[in-house]
């Protein structure tokens, strides 16, 4: 019987190695930053801790030499996004988490560390790199329309095209490993940003978070 190995990676665009790296919009400090404001700065660091930490996980269980690239891609530009969101926090007095918060991210993170070969890749795909990006989008959008805090809506505005490249390496990949198209549509359906359920930066401490200012996010487990 043939063996579960990974996916294909002949058809995968190579990942280009452009990266969202300039410094982010900064947050003025000594300044209320609404609830709706705060929320926003824990769910998209939740995001790219998700995308730190399921990347880590793909360069641990894929042979498939395009999830490898891509999910490296993910680690650094999500590194350097986590790190510029930090800064932009700081100054606002904003508690941030140094993991993935959300229960729908911890979830994702879970059903991944279950999977190994084809089904890993093809999972990775289609909830981190669609699904993820389409979730990470949506976000920004709306903090760049509805935030109180201009700072806030310039910050979220400068990170939408990162999120948007990443969306299409992301649909690239999952096409290219066989990510099944209703797989596919369902990635791309419209997220639903309530059942994130963060905890709002201010009240208690989400699992994982610090103040701001206390421990940076980035790199080591």
Known sequence: MPTNTAAPTSAIPAVAATS???AAP??????TI?????????????????????????????QSSSVRAFAQKMVDEHLKASENLHQAASGAGVVVPTAA???????????????S???FDRE???QIGVAGHQEAIALFERAAREAANADVRALAASGLPGKREHLEHGQALAKAIGVTPDRLRMALAPPDLSRLSATIAGGPNPAGAVASGATPIPGSK
């Open 20 to 22: 969202p790296t300039s």
């Open 26 to 31: 900064v947050v003025t400090t000594n300044v």
């Open 34 to 62: 609404a609830a709706p404001d705060r929320e926003f700065f824990v769910l998209a660091l939740s995001g790219d801790l998700l995308e730190i930490e399921s990347g880590r996980l793909a360069l641990e269980k894929s």
């Open 101 to 115: 918060t959300s229960p729908a991210h911890v979830a994702h993170l879970e059903k991944l560390r279950t999977l």
């Open 117 to 119: 070969g084809v089904d």
């Open 124 to 126: 990775y795909a289609a």
